[in-house]
């Protein structure tokens, strides 16, 4: 059944999950797709559409990365570590981390959809203003950044960085 929706550009978004299989580092993976979709858009439920659309025309065979053979991202070598989640579920740590990056993801998309900008015009003087609006929470979505200046998908900015430092350390 067909819902006429109307929406305010980037006010709303709709996200969903869905699992896909890839090869990595030679060991069959299960890995979560996500999907964000801003709800522009006139119809509702097109975002889990897009999850079946991506997991039978992206991962149809099962993908198969090359090999790293330099250190990833995280600091460890890939071709000497196995998957993190080949070796054991996934805890609520992480799982948590995750749900906070996608979460200042989106948070940070619609921020700037607010102010009629899009990524690809986004500036120094944006990712500044929205870094100083509450900088603790806007942490977790540097990941989420960096990946759109190295796709191109955003100009290549400065993250703002501030460092912390704890002059009384546990333990």
Not at 6 to 19: K, L, N, T
Not at 45 to 63: A, K, L, S, T
């Amino acid at each position: 059944m067909f819902i006429p929706q109307s929406h305010v550009p980037g006010a709303e978004a709709e996200v969903d999950f869905g699992e896909v299989h890839i090869v990595l580092a030679g060991v069959p993976t299960r890995c979560y797709l996500f999907s964000f979709r801003l709800s522009y858009a006139h119809e509702k439920g097109g975002v889990e559409g897009q999850v079946g659309y991506f997991r039978r025309n992206d991962f149809v065979p099962v993908p198969v990365p090359p090999a790293r053979s330099s250190t990833s991202p995280h600091g460890t070598s890939s071709a000497s570590s196995a998957p993190k989640a080949a070796k054991s579920p996934l805890g609520t740590s992480t799982t948590q981390e995750s749900h906070q990056q996608i979460t200042q993801a989106g948070a940070f998309l619609v921020w700037l959809a607010a102010r009629h900008v899009t990524l690809e015009f986004c500036t120094q003087t944006d990712l500044d203003a929205w870094h100083a609006e509450t900088y603790s929470t806007r942490r977790p979505a540097q990941a989420f950044l960096r990946w759109c200046m190295e796709t191109r998908r955003m100009p290549r900015l400065t993250i703002p960085n501030r460092p912390t430092t704890n002059p009384h350390p546990m333990g």
